[in-house]
């Protein structure tokens, strides 16, 4: 199961409240974080057990190591004295909670996690020894989630080694929380697309409400029902796998009242028969029916999205394209039908490419999201070339036979040229982001591989989806124009918007290269568009013109994996001079009970440049927010940044915008991806 990619959490200065005792300084937090050592005069060569003490308010909840389908476990960033060291983090016995048909493994209640601190024995009696830790959490509601983090101390001073007894009690209470270690190995088999765990477990010994929490990722689908039996000394648990495999399986056994066991498995023959075993939670639900429900829901989003990326003004070029085709079928009913289905598998099949590259990266471990290619100087390179070629092709300057570029005006292999088209068309709309689409992707960040690219070809669909209608309803085909000498003049027509994209890519590239940008583009340009009038004009083969494009992407290729790339993004020329957005500056105003304005934006994202020129940098939004006393902070995604990945990832988005508003002592409000003046003045109302 492709879980929520992790998020980014807040790290801010360190504050004591008491000397062993620390916390975020004034930032709301829905679990709120705590330090405690059970001694804090150990002698040297102890080991000291500090607890990282975890408090969600009513409705919240945290996560456990594994913390299932979502969320992000608790990390633990340590900055110790030389020869001090800590161990591994222990974690309390957790809870299941199923939102949406997605599994999270979770606390609901007060806990600690436990971490062993060794301390060297060439420290010596009255030296002061600082444990210092950066940590990090999400705090979850059943609609929401945010992050949390803080930085912690505890200051020890080493002496004898005492332990206050209330301290010893306490901490006793946390380690009998902890699940123990199971003295047998376990053994598991697979039989189809379920997987049965065999643990060993006394036949005298009561046992009910049984879960098999795994460490191992990927072998169990979490949200899948569990069920469990017992024979002889044996207790078997079965659930269903998610990806097959034969190494070993870890995981913590849950029963009776919060209990458990370490479990470690190893492939092996698992007993069969044997009496039920109730299993923990309510099962009446079926989650494979909850995630079935959900993801037709999802789907239905994706479609939606797609059908209203063609408003957008990124796919205005290629629809005009497109229409040329459909004017030229004219009435001929099953070319119109088989140019459509072209066009709709070009978009399709592109859309899948894309989502299951960006799948298979974040995968990988990379902080990637839509439109993920358009923050590669070389992609956006070899785009502007290709761009030209259109622009060049449309204004008459070639005609490439060997190529269909989705114009049917004066070759035959219209099917092909369909195809391209829908390929085109899928490209250029990456940079924009309509109602409905982020939230269809950024759930399907969650789904399984299969049905998250569903989810990609769903919206592929909804993109295809108008010329599809005018295809295959003759009454909407016959409202279309008739085919005559109108079509040429609107094909050198929509050479313009073409070379408009054009200029944008250039500046894009610039945007990312800095003036190399403008150079290595610009002699890009020229060079081909040089070849492609002088090949024309001289007859030469068209494979001419694919030689000459392929050379120069070459050396464009060759010429910016030399460059230094700039880290730094241009000033972004706002109204509200944002600050740049980080989750220190943000978790400062929010303590500071400041109302914060939060906004995501790309130089390639078209969807927020038109909402920064209608609603954000406007007069009327400058003074609401001055007046109000309202901050703003924004995030540059134009290049890859796994810090913004990982915060937009917490929202259940996959890209830019994502628009958030902060009012003092209150959670976020999401804003709608389409913006208007009315909509930021209301919030300083």
């Not at 000397?19 to 804090?40: D, K, S, W």
């Not at 999205?305 to 004017?327: D, H, R, S, T």
């Not at 958030?660 to 709608?672: R, T």
Request: proline residues 7%; neutral net charge; aromatic residues 10%.
């Amino acid at each position: 199961m492709m879980k929520l990619s992790a998020f980014l959490f807040l790290c801010v200065g360190l504050f004591l409240l008491e000397p062993v005792h620390a916390q975020l300084p004034g930032a709301p937090q829905n679990v709120r974080a705590t330090i405690e050592a059970e001694t804090t005069t150990p002698a040297p060569g102890d080991t000291v057990t500090v607890a990282i003490i975890m408090d969600p308010k009513p409705g919240w909840h945290d996560y456990w190591l594994n913390p299932g389908d979502a969320g992000t476990p608790l990390e633990l960033e340590w900055t110790l004295p030389e020869g001090v060291s800590a161990g591994p983090i222990r974690a309390p016995v957790p809870e299941t909670l199923v939102i949406g048909g997605f599994m999270n493994h979770i606390y609901r209640q007060k806990h600690a996690f436990l971490v062993d601190i060794k301390l060297p024995p060439k420290l010596q009696p009255s030296q002061k020894v600082d444990l210092k830790v950066d940590a990090r959490w999400s705090a979850c509601s059943d609609e929401i989630c945010v992050p949390e983090g803080g930085s912690f101390v505890v200051p020890l001073t080493l002496r004898g080694g005492d332990i206050p007894e209330a301290q010893r009690e306490k901490f006793d209470m946390w380690r009998a929380a902890l699940p123990v270690p199971l003295d047998r190995q376990a053994v598991y088999a697979i039989n189809g697309t379920e997987i049965s765990l065999a643990i060993a477990f006394p036949q005298s010994a009561d046992v009910k409400d049984v879960w098999f929490f795994p460490m191992t990722e990927n072998m169990f689908r979490y949200a899948a029902k569990q069920s469990a039996r017992r024979t002889g000394n044996w207790l078997i648990v079965s659930g269903e796998i998610d990806k097959r495999g034969s190494g070993p399986i870890g995981g913590v056994l849950r029963f009776g009242d919060a209990q458990g066991l370490i479990v470690s498995a190893s492939p092996g023959s698992v007993p069969s028969g044997g009496t039920a075993v109730s299993v923990f939670g309510d099962t009446s639900t079926a989650p494979n029916s909850a995630v079935s429900g959900n993801l037709f829901w999802i789907l239905g989003l994706s479609v939606l999205g797609g059908l209203i990326l063609n408003l957008m003004p990124c796919v205005f070029p290629i629809l005009g394209l497109k229409a040329i085709a459909i004017a030229k079928s004219g009435g001929d009913e099953w070319r119109a039908r088989k140019d459509a289905l072209a066009y709709t598998a070009g978009i399709v099949l592109s859309c899948l490419a894309l989502g299951a590259t960006m799948l298979a990266l974040r995968a990988a471990g990379e902080e990637v999201g839509w439109a993920f290619q358009l923050q590669d100087p070389n992609i956006i390179f070899l785009l502007l070339l290709l761009m030209t070629a259109i622009t060049a092709n449309l204004s008459g300057l070639f005609n490439l036979s060997n190529i269909g570029l989705g114009d049917n005006l004066t070759r035959q292999n219209g099917i092909s040229g369909s195809f391209w088209t829908g390929v085109l068309a899928a490209v250029v709309a990456t940079p924009c982001t309509g109602p409905f689409m982020a939230a269809a992707i950024g759930a399907a960040l969650l789904l399984p591989f299969g049905q998250a690219l569903l989810i990609f070809a769903g919206l592929g669909f909804g993109l295809a989806l108008p010329f599809l209608l005018i295809a295959f309803i003759p009454a909407v085909r016959a409202m279309m124009p008739k085919p005559g000498a109108w079509m040429e003049k609107f094909r050198k027509w929509m050479a313009v918007p073409m070379a408009l994209t054009t200029f944008a890519l250039l500046w894009l590239l610039a945007q990312l290269l800095g003036m190399a940008g403008y150079l290595i583009g610009g002699v890009g340009v020229a060079f081909l568009v040089t070849g492609i009038v002088a090949i024309s004009r001289y007859k030469i083969s068209t494979y001419a013109i694919i030689g000459l494009a392929g050379f120069i992407c070459v050396s464009g290729v060759l010429a910016i994996g030399k460059l230094d790339v700039p880290t730094a993004i241009a000033d972004s020329g706002s109204k509200l001079d944002p600050e740049r957005f980080s989750l220190e500056k943000l978790a400062v105003y929010r303590a500071g009970n400041r109302p914060v304005f939060l906004y995501f934006t790309a130089d390639w994202c078209v969807t927020c440049k038109v909402n920064e020129a209608t609603a954000i940098n406007r007069d009327e939004t400058v003074a609401a927010f001055e007046k109000a006393g309202v901050v703003t902070l924004m995030g540059d995604y134009t290049r890859r940044d796994p810090e913004i990945a990982r915060f937009l990832s917490q929202y259940g988005r996959s890209g830019v915008p994502l628009y958030l508003y902060f009012p003092a002592k209150s959670e976020a409000i999401v804003l709608p991806q389409i913006l208007t003046v009315d909509t930021m003045l209301e919030l300083t109302q």
